[in-house]
């Protein structure tokens, strides 16, 4: 079998998966909506109390429009792929895991590919277009470049939540440092707020840090914030980021694996 | 009184073996306790750079804020302790068909329950809370008969967040299956973090009276501050009890309408 016929069968099966929650989406878009519109009225009284028209960068209007496109690239991201490996190596399940004829790192991402497909459909698009339609959204040319730096965002978040998954071979349970991932890479990703409301220390050092990429980058060029020049240098840096923590996964994944006993508890 | 005596020995069973399986993985816990102390302070650090960066929420200064996010994070840690697992133990319950269990043991349904849902890790968020509330009562220099009505506030506050957690233990009975339903109270909890006077007046009217989530901080806040006449407790008491009752009335529907499934 080719990996194509593989990797479609994969893709099929966690579609599926997926569709089956088809009633969990649309509360879930409700709920994403309820906080964005909080977040509207919470930032509107700031706006408007500071007589600022920019704040921290933004535009009131920039500013919501991050926060939608931030729902958005969280949906994309969302995956559970550490707590998923951690279950299968406290369970002893991993052995079967390890039994498929694909390497085990590979068909995972494509059944999160696959489970994705259906998330973008039921969950990503319709967030954004009531996006368009109830905070006036404005899409430029320059957005379009959105999908490539998503892209690599998403290979990149991917890589890290794997990583925090494998060193379940040495915790036996790391519910804590799952939580720790979510908690710190959801900060310094700006997913909660924008990265240059933060001093300027913590702001150059993000530079030297993966997470921005993942999400405050992808939403800031989606804004439009920068030149296009500028946005092939940021998928180099992504690129170099996947690549060395692939590197790092794949290290720990091996050394992981001969630990493996496959008792589980 | 003997019921009330059984249902804290079992709570206090409840509330020992959630501790002893915390802490069966030593390192786990440390670094639970550690991302949960970060997650509760993300309001006040965010508060504390919208401060920065701006003149912050019309009519409070940044400490007034962090005692108003103190209390927030004090309410929701108790429901993250204490009542919050209410609805997701019934959740569970009914989807993997154990409910009739619990429907067959003779004490209070709602104490066993409440007694299964304890979650050891919700005394993080209470300490979290607790400390902003000590920090900022202190630099504001709050001391007086007034924190009475203040801890009077909180403890309506409770009984909200234990309300909210029976309805939504409810709704999870009628609609089985529906994890979605786990996010009413986060949403509910959004509402908790900003002062309610940001909001249009509908959206007001909605968490003053209906969803009264205003006694989960803005009241409490407001009255220690003078921001609200003292008088105007009543507008936070009364929607707060009619809730409670409505959740009494509307959890009994439900293990109605569930026994009544076949159950």
Same mark, same amino acid.
């Given at each position: ?91 002893? +399940? ?103 409301? @933060?001093?300027?220390?913590?702001? +150059? @050092? ?60 | ?55 912050? /929420? ?23 302790? *204490? ?43 209470? =300490?979290?809370? =607790? ?27 409770? /009984? ?48 003053? *009276?209906?969803?009264?989530?205003? /006694? ?14 003292? =008088? ?32």
């Amino acid at each position: 079998m080719g990996i194509l016929t593989q990797a479609s069968a994969v893709i099929k099966t966690a579609t599926k998966n997926v569709f089956a929650y088809r009633f969990d989406f649309f509360t879930n878009i409700i709920f994403v909506y309820i906080t964005l519109f909080a977040f509207y009225f919470i930032w509107h009284s700031i706006y408007a109390y500071s007589g600022q028209q920019i704040i921290a960068g933004y535009t009131f209007n920039q500013l919501i429009t991050y926060f939608v496109l931030s729902s958005v690239t969280m949906s994309l991201l969302w995956n559970d792929v550490d707590d998923k490996v951690s279950r299968q190596v406290r369970k002893g +399940k991993m052995t079967k895991a390890l039994l498929y004829p694909m390497d085990y790192i590979i068909r995972n991402l494509f059944g999160s590919m696959g489970g994705k497909s259906m998330v973008i459909l039921l969950q990503t698009l319709p967030v954004f277009v009531l996006g368009i339609l109830v905070f006036g959204i404005q899409i430029k040319w320059a957005s379009l470049l959105y999908l490539p730096v998503m892209l690599l965002a998403y290979l990149l978040n991917y890589t890290i939540c794997f990583i925090v998954g494998a060193t379940s071979f040495w915790f036996k349970d790391n519910k804590g440092l799952i939580s720790i991932r979510q908690a710190i890479v959801g900060f310094l990703a700006g997913s909660v707020i924008p990265l240059s409301f @933060l001093p300027l220390f913590l702001q +150059k @050092l993000s530079w030297f840090m993966p997470f921005q990429y993942i999400s405050f980058i992808p939403i800031n060029t989606f804004l439009g914030k920068y030149e296009p020049v500028f946005i092939l240098q940021i998928l180099g840096v992504q690129l170099v980021w996947i690549f060395v923590l692939y590197i790092i996964l794949r290290l720990l994944w091996n050394s992981g694996i001969k630990r493996y006993t496959g008792v589980g508890q | 009184m003997k019921d009330i005596r059984r249902f804290f020995k079992i709570w206090a069973r409840g509330f020992s073996l959630s501790m002893s399986s915390q802490l069966a993985y030593r390192t786990s816990f440390v670094l639970l306790v550690f991302s949960l102390i970060f997650s509760r302070l993300i309001g006040p650090i965010i508060t504390l750079l919208v401060y920065n960066a701006s003149q912050g /929420i019309p009519g409070w200064t940044l400490l007034e804020m962090i005692l108003f996010q103190g209390v927030a994070v004090f309410v929701f840690g108790f429901s993250h302790a *204490f009542v919050g697992g209410i609805a997701w133990t019934t959740q569970e319950m009914v989807n993997e068909g154990e409910f009739e269990m619990v429907l067959l043991r003779p004490f209070y349904i709602l104490a066993n329950v409440a007694s299964r849902a304890i979650d050891f890790h919700g005394i993080t968020d209470i =300490l979290v809370g =607790l400390t902003l509330i000590i920090f900022a009562l202190i630099k504001l220099h709050l001391i007086g008969w007034m924190l009475l009505a203040f801890a009077l506030l909180i403890l309506l506050a409770l /009984i909200f967040i234990f309300s909210l957690n029976v309805i939504v233990a409810s709704l999870s009975i009628i609609f089985v299956q529906v994890e979605a339903l786990d996010n009413i109270v986060g949403s509910v909890a959004q509402f908790s973090g900003w002062p309610i006077t940001i909001y249009p007046g509908g959206v007001k009217f909605l968490l003053t *009276f209906i969803i009264p989530v205003a /006694i989960a901080s803005y009241w409490p806040a407001s009255v220690l501050l003078g921001k609200e006449p003292l =008088l105007n407790i009543v507008l936070a008491i009364i929607p707060v009890f009619v809730f409670f009752i409505f959740s009494m009335w509307f959890w009994t529907v439900a293990l109605k309408k569930y026994q009544s499934a076949g159950g």
